[in-house]
């Protein structure tokens, strides 16, 4: 039992030096075994990369179920984004300063402006992922294509802040007005 653990103990390179051979015989089939253990050993190491890693065939597969799967989102992320904008575009041509005021389109405008800022911060994440793959070329002019929308999405919100600062000065106007109603129609009764 002690040649065994010593065996043992060699093979695996632990060396823990409580038993060793005494004879050059004994040496001599320690030396082996260590020889015999470091191969083993790495035989093993190497059979259990290989299990690991992927080999050719499974890249292939891995890399087109990634494509795949980002494609289905870029695709998803460019009909909500198309959806949005058509929204945006129907709202801005059926507005209203006093509907705009009193059924909330206002915040469902600016909501929908905002999904739309959102869904192309998540498109343009995925692309630059996925632009290291070999649609490239595709992908470049998609980003072309979104950078052009999102400088529409700006033009929007500058839409926005133009017809919210008509409708302050409208409101300013108004009160003044009534103001103006308010002491004319005081100086009449007096």
């Known amino acids: ?36 253990g470091t191969v083993i050993i790495s035989l093993t190491v190497v059979a259990l990369n290989g299990i690991i890693n992927f080999d050719e065939n499974e890249i292939q597969a891995y890399e087109i179920l990634k494509r795949v799967t980002y494609r289905k989102e870029l695709n998803d992320a460019c009909q909500k984004i198309i959806y949005y904008n058509f929204k945006i575009k129907e709202m801005k041509r059926s507005i209203d300063p006093k509907d705009l005021n009193e059924s909330g389109q206002y915040a469902q405008f600016v909501r929908n402006l905002k999904k739309i800022t959102t869904y192309k911060y998540f498109l343009s994440k995925k ?60 100086i009449s009764r007096d």
Not at 18 to 25: A, G
Not at 143 to 154: A, G, L, R, T
């Open 1 to 36: 039992m002690n040649g065994i653990w010593n065996i043992i103990v060699a093979m695996t390179t632990v060396g823990y030096g409580d038993y060793y051979p005494k004879s050059h015989l004994g040496r001599f089939i320690l030396i082996i075994a260590v020889i015999l």
């Open 127 to 186: 692309m630059k992922e996925f632009s290291l793959n070999r649609d490239k070329d595709k992908f470049v002019q998609l980003e072309e294509n979104i950078s052009k929308c999102i400088d529409e999405i700006n033009a929007n919100f500058e839409f926005l802040r133009d017809f919210r600062r008509k409708i302050k000065s409208q409101n300013k106007n108004q009160l003044i007005l009534i103001s103006n109603i308010s002491t004319s129609l005081k």
